[in-house]
């Protein structure tokens, strides 16, 4: 099969997303399966113009003073632009599917699809209204358009995959999606790449990690990552087992400014690590540097993520402390494989830290089972047949049409 994918976010360069890694890594299982997988993303990012360009001078002078009234106007008229792009890409490829991810005003990839006739998978992996609506406030919109744009391009689709559950039922609610058009398939790992490991020494003395036990956390630096409960667990911990340190891997998220004063006002900037953008291919060594790894999410009311680096915590054989929320809560079997922690508890997360770094013989069995939950259910080559399985039932489905 011949699929040709089309991403609207910002490229994997410089960045530590999860919904950058995601396609990544699964269509890579999917050409490992035998599949022809073309990826083509849109948007470089923002820092890839050379500064004192007239182009980046541009976009500086609109950002500042236009952004308000113009932001949502370009990406609506960007679907002109992207449909002779991907016009190109299908007339040269030749595929049998189109995957698109789902973004804000954008219904290019349908309009494409009708085109040449060929069936299209949009993926869903977030909802772009709500957060356009509750994370980009200070634009100018009409949320009436967005909305019958997204509603057009879900009826539209053949078929609509998303990561979560909670994703399902939102978009079913919203737009009275048929449920048997719809599937969830969340993130995975790779065992391979994630996998228990000798500690790189020369890593640990590179960062002044020293002998004590490793606190981490890998991905960006954003407000719904639980930034907030990370700093708090930070200042408390390190109080309560002064030679422990804190390694924080990623970049992006906009709080780095925030953490760095955080940590400069308390005096803890010596036992925490901030690395910045680590290639993926990398992260796995820096996992191994740590003995317990964090993902406390706060108690946000519409949590439907699919955290890739759950999945690649507990691939690489780690205890994971994190949050009883959305898809966590039914990925991680408490006790056994994580610790989920009720959401707003902050006592709970630093009682279950405490746990793992004052036994680290339960730390390492929590870490094997994890590592065995991931084998056994959640690696890309799992997700990569449960899409094959999607992409092979619409294909015939509009082989079925055209000879009817």
Known sequence: MRIVYFNYLYDIYGASLGSAIKPMELFKAMRAAGHEVKMVWFKDQPGHLPPGTLKASARDFLKRHLAFLVHDLKLFVENWKFRKIEAGHVESFKPDLIIARLDLYLFSAIKTARKYNLPVIIEADSPPLYEALHFQKQYWRIPVIPRWIERWVLHHADFVVMQSRELQRYFTNLHGLDPER?????????????????????LAARYGLGDGPVLGFVGSMSVWHGIDNLLRIIATVVQKYPNCHFLLVGSGGGQEPHIRHYLEQRGLGDRVVLTGYVPH??????????????????????????????????????????????????????????????????????????????????????????????????????????????CLQVCRERCGEKTA
């Open 182 to 202: 719809t599937a969830v398939i969340s993130n995975g790992a790779d065992i391979e790449k994630f996998q228990p490991q000798i500690r790189d020494e020369f």
């Open 281 to 390: 291919e990398k992260i796995p060594a820096f996992v191994q540097l740590m003995d317990v790894v964090l993902a406390p999410y706060p108690n946000l009311p519409f949590f439907y993520y699919s955290p890739v680096k759950v999945f690649e915590y507990m691939a690489a054989g780690k205890a994971v402390v994190t949050t009883r929320i959305g898809q966590l809560a039914r990925i991680i079997r408490d006790g056994w494989d994580g610790v989920l922690c009720p959401a707003g508890d902050f006592d709970a997360l630093i009682s279950a830290i405490s746990g793992l770094l004052e036994d680290a013989e339960i730390a390492a069995t929590m870490g094997e089972n994890a590592r065995q939950t991931i084998a056994q259910q959640h690696t890309w080559g799992h997700k990569a047949q449960a899409y094959e399985k999607i």
